[in-house]
């Protein structure tokens, strides 16, 4: 059970420091719109609760392998969400 509790802090580390470089973008840009930074903050929560629920999922047959995927979709929502930080 240690990779499910690996996976669970991997998903909040990644995310939490993702709604953290919004929050320093906010900071240092105080005279822009936060319209887009806010809609990257709810995209990240939406993204934690969905992969929280999936791991937590006890229905499924192959563990490991669905927590690969868990884990690749991390990865590839938490680049996205980075791109659009950086696009701000």
Do not use: C, P, Q
């Not at 973008?25 to 929280?52: C, G, M, Q, R, V």
């Not at 629920?53 to 229905?59: C, G, I, L, Q, T």
């Amino acid at each position: 059970m240690a990779n499910v509790r690996n996976l669970k802090k991997d998903i909040n580390y990644v995310l939490g420091d993702i709604i953290e470089a919004v929050y320093v973008w906010e900071y240092n840009n105080t005279d822009k719109d936060t319209k887009k930074s806010e809609s990257i903050i709810d995209e990240a929560i939406e993204i934690f609760d969905d992969l929280i629920a999936k791991v937590n999922d006890k229905s499924v047959e192959n563990a490991k392998s669905h927590f690969k995927t868990i884990n690749k979709e991390l990865e590839e929502k938490g680049r996205g969400l980075i791109d659009k930080i950086n696009k701000l």
